[in-house]
């Protein structure tokens, strides 16, 4: 069964990077046929994708966030991970990984990591 | 960018009513990339249905996804109590900003 499990820190200082992996088990993140994405969650937000990433090298990144945002893919670990640089507390959310069936729908999810920025 | 707008945010209804839930889309999209999602409080979104209209594996068919060009709806026919939730359209990257459905 395919599961997806974010990890990194919980809190993260202003201006510093925020860093997250998530680990995919049950299937091979190097499949051509899907991206892995992430989406974050917060009260102010609702629900926004940061970017997603397909094994080919193919990639989306959210236009507001483009500057600051990484998704890359470790096919050795079977991992995706984000990195999101220059966090004001506006970044303070619940950060998912997912599979992205091309550029239509996500599913699994993982069950998400809150982040805080915060000194 | 396309932008989702769901109605109504909150739709409070009882066990066994039908709930009908709205997504509009800021321009004509291609029902392929139209998604329906569930979240229930501290858990991630579950997809429901995909290509505007067709359930994901496990989902009861008292869940149904209708629409085109820039409008879409989500119907369920005899709501149980685990189906009170706050339910997201998404196409592509964007997503809805979600309607509650409360008891």
């Known amino acids: 069964q395919m599961q997806l499990q974010e990890s990194g820190p919980g809190l993260v200082q202003p201006s510093e990077t925020l860093s997250l992996t998530c680990s995919v088990s049950g299937v091979s993140v190097s499949s051509s046929a899907f991206y892995w994405g992430w989406i974050r969650q917060s009260p102010g937000r609702g629900l926004e994708c940061l970017g997603s990433?397909?094994?080919?090298?193919?990639?989306y990144y959210r236009p507001s966030l483009r500057s600051r945002v990484s998704i890359s893919i470790d096919t050795s670990k079977n991992e995706v991970s984000l990195r999101l640089s220059s966090v004001t507390a506006a970044d303070t959310a619940t950060y998912f990984c997912?599979?992205?069936?091309?550029?239509?729908?996500?599913?699994?999810w993982g069950q998400g990591t809150l982040v805080t920025v915060a000194s | 960018d396309i932008v989702l707008t769901q109605s109504p945010d909150t739709l409070s209804l009882s066990p066994g009513e039908r709930a009908t839930l709205s997504c509009r889309a800021s321009q004509s999209v291609s029902n392929t990339y139209l998604g329906w999602y569930q979240q229930t409080p501290g858990q991630a979104p579950r997809l429901l249905i995909s290509?505007?209209?067709s359930r994901a594996a496990g989902i009861p068919d008292r869940f149904s996804g209708s629409g085109s060009g820039t409008d879409f709806t989500l119907t369920i026919t005899r709501l149980e109590p685990e189906d009170f939730a706050v339910y997201y359209c998404q196409y592509q990257r964007e997503f809805g900003q979600g309607t509650k459905v409360e008891i």
């Open positions: 997912a599979r992205q069936y091309g550029s239509a729908w996500f599913a699994p």
């Open positions: 990433v397909s094994y080919t090298g193919t990639s």
């Open positions: 290509g505007a209209s």
